[in-house]
């Protein structure tokens, strides 16, 4: 087949680090089929400059500047995007012949993708994450757009069985509703020494250490971790806590930090590439992940085949992949729960190996293999 994705979630020059998880589904699709990748790139953030370099086997990729009015009219994204992508694509891809689009995320992109299909005149299907359909649809001007996109489209991917079930609520058919959950690079992500990964990555002593990764903004629980976390220096005064991550709430927790007296047990090491991540997950006692909303974090997948233990919220789909031997599952926006979990957790003896064994059934193998099978079949109908 040769598949046209459309998404924002995909490294760039401009965003090195983006999409990590869809930069591996897409790279592994592509060994398989023509694959072509076209990113939209937030106008502000291409006025912002390059901040490093992308290099993806096997893909044609590609850019445009997606340009709207920024802080009002958010209902009038789809229309924006649409008309970014055809003044600077338009032409190109009409004589491109693609068998179908992928769209990965809702809004704005699935919403224009959809009509980029028809004006194609070819299938296609959406791909749902979390926030895009958790939050963007609930905005009542965009929820209409998101339902008419998920209706029309040839079938929808979720990341979890939570998030499936949320598409068919906003009105995706439900026979055309898939849930592939994303997969592990297991040679990137493996069980190894906890010291020998310290070492490696500079770190000296041997004190508790707890490990948030991800944006730094308010929904994916950050400034809820910090808060949570002078309970823990209260019964265990040597823990440190590392975020590795970039983010608008940056200066907040260091301001945070400081107000709770703990700066001197809290380090903002920013944000950390994909490859180099495994010895953070080896080298940290704990992942955290408190978020408000989400689909299936990698993250959390990533640091279970690493054999580390996982307190996280009980939202979206991490109860689908965190079993009670993997990890603790807490109320979101709770701090005083998450302190408790936080000490509960780091006084048990976990099993790495069982939480290692748990970890290998997401494969990315497995994933494309059932992406593969639902393209092949929306391709097949419209014929």
């Known amino acids: ?31 398989r089929h023509e694959v072509h990748v076209l990113t939209a790139v937030d106008f502000r953030e291409r006025l912002a400059g390059v901040r490093g370099q992308v290099e993806v086997a096997g893909l044609r990729r590609d850019h445009f500047v997606f340009v709207f ?50 004006w194609l005149g070819i299938p296609y299907v959406v791909k749902v994450h979390g926030s895009d359909l958790n939050v963007t649809a609930e905005a009542a001007l965009r929820r209409p757009q998101i339902r ?10 979720a990341v979890s069985r939570a998030l499936a079930d949320k598409a068919v609520a906003i009105g995706a058919e439900p026979a055309r509703v898939h849930t592939i959950y994303n997969g592990v ?22 004190r508790p250490m707890l490990l948030y990764v991800g944006n730094l903004k308010r929904t994916k ?11 823990m220096l209260a019964q265990r005064p040597q823990a440190t806590l590392v975020y590795a991550g970039a983010g608008a709430c940056r200066a907040e927790l260091l301001a945070r930090a400081a107000a709770l007296g703990c700066a001197e047990r809290v380090s903002l090491i920013g944000a950390v590439s994909h490859g180099q991540l495994g010895d953070w997950f080896r080298a940290a006692d704990l992942l955290c992940l408190p978020s408000h909303n989400e689909g299936v974090p990698n993250v959390v997948l990533e640091a279970m085949s690493c054999g580390t233990p996982v307190v996280a919220s009980r939202v979206g789909g991490i109860p689908e992949v965190l ?22 957790a780091t006084a048990r003896t976990w099993q790495g190996e069982r939480i290692v064994e748990h970890a290998r059934g997401f494969r990315w193998d497995d994933n494309i293999d059932r ?3 639902i393209l092949q079949t929306v391709v097949a109908e419209r014929v």
């Open 69 to 118: 009015p920024p802080g009002i009219g958010r209902a009038l994204h789809a229309g924006c995007w649409f008309a970014s992508l055809m003044l600077q694509h338009g032409r190109r891809l009409r004589a491109e012949k693609y068998d179908a689009i992928l769209a990965s995320w809702a809004y704005p992109d699935a919403v224009a993708s959809g009509w980029l299909a028809r």
């Open 371 to 373: 992406l593969e099978r």
């Open 323 to 344: 079993p009670e031997f993997a990890g603790i599952l807490v109320p979101a926006r709770e701090p005083t729960a998450l302190a408790d979990a936080l000490l509960d």
């Open 221 to 231: 629980g950050c400034v809820d971790l910090l808060e949570a976390f002078p309970a």
């Open 1 to 31: 087949m040769k598949l046209l994705v459309t998404t924002n979630l995909f490294p760039t020059p401009w965003d090195p680090l983006r999409g990590t998880f869809n930069r591996q589904q897409f790279e592994r699709l592509g060994q």
């Open 185 to 206: 690079d297991e040679q990137l992500f493996s069980p190894g020494s906890r010291d020998a990964a310290r070492q490696r990555l500079g770190i000296a002593d041997d």
């Open 148 to 157: 008419s996109a998920l209706r029309h489209a040839g079938a929808v991917v």
